[in-house]
């Protein structure tokens, strides 16, 4: 089985322009989670989804960013405008969430974003 | 103010060395988990601890729970070169929400 899958792997960004990260969770799982992680540290949350309902965004900079899972299983991340210290790993992960027995959540390999 | 603090922050080692690797927090927590991520991929979980003074094994890897909930323990015997990683831990806050240390970055030499 498919693992989360997120593209693109690596993005190189002007500072000021747009930027989408898309993602894939795993078939079935119901919460998706968007995370940054920076260079050494801990993921730290931006955003958790319940199918398509966003149950945690207070970490989410919404003055530039934004997040979308309309049908409640693909999602994008996006930032606009970028900057400079937008720069960083985004990580996606999906879990069974509310409906299953595991709370366990797998990663993607992330997108490794440069803002210049 | 850090949730979980995790020590050390970087550690390099030789090969067939022991090793220990702490997250501390002042809070109690009702599961931690540990995870390990290699470069240029996400955290993967090694083991999710519940119960206060619990000890589980992963062949080299032996994980503590404090008794108190409040800090865990991984501590890898005989360390091997895929060993090396980024080790997190993390706390659950909430119903599936995490929130995760600041990392040890462990390097065992060939």
């Known amino acids: 089985e498919a693992g989360v899958v997120q593209s693109p792997r690596y993005k190189i960004i002007e500072k000021k322009q747009p930027v989408a990260f898309w993602c894939n969770p795993i078939?079935?799982?119901?919460?998706l989670y968007w995370y940054l992680q920076n260079l050494g540290q801990g993921p730290e949350l931006l955003i958790r989804?319940?199918?398509?309902?966003?149950?945690?965004d207070s970490q989410l900079p919404k003055d530039r960013f934004s997040a979308e899972r309309l049908k409640g299983v693909d999602s994008t991340l996006k930032i606009q405008p970028a900057e400079l210290g937008d720069s960083a790993v985004y990580l996606c992960?999906?879990?069974?969430?509310?409906?299953?027995?595991?709370?366990?959540?797998?990663f993607g390999p992330g997108t490794r974003l440069t803002v210049l | 103010t850090q949730l979980l603090e995790q020590s050390p922050q970087f550690l390099s080692i030789q090969e067939g060395e022991n090793l220990t690797v702490y997250c501390n927090s002042s809070?109690?927590?009702?599961?931690l988990q540990w995870y390990r991520q290699e470069p240029g991929e996400g955290p993967v979980l090694l083991v999710t601890?519940?119960?206060?003074?619990e000890v589980k094994k992963l062949k080299r890897l032996t994980f503590q729970f404090g008794d108190a909930r409040k800090d865990s323990s991984l501590h890898i015997t005989a360390a091997q070169p895929g060993d090396t990683g980024l080790y997190l831990c993390?706390?659950?806050?909430?119903?599936?929400?995490?929130?995760f240390g600041t990392g040890t970055r462990l390097k065992v030499l060939a």
């Open positions: 601890v519940v119960t206060g003074g």
């Open positions: 989804y319940e199918n398509e309902e966003a149950v945690d």
């Open positions: 078939s079935g799982h119901n919460t």
């Open positions: 993390a706390v659950a806050s909430g119903t599936y929400k995490y929130i």
């Open positions: 809070s109690v927590f009702s599961s």
């Open positions: 992960a999906s879990s069974l969430g509310v409906w299953g027995t595991s709370n366990e959540q797998f």
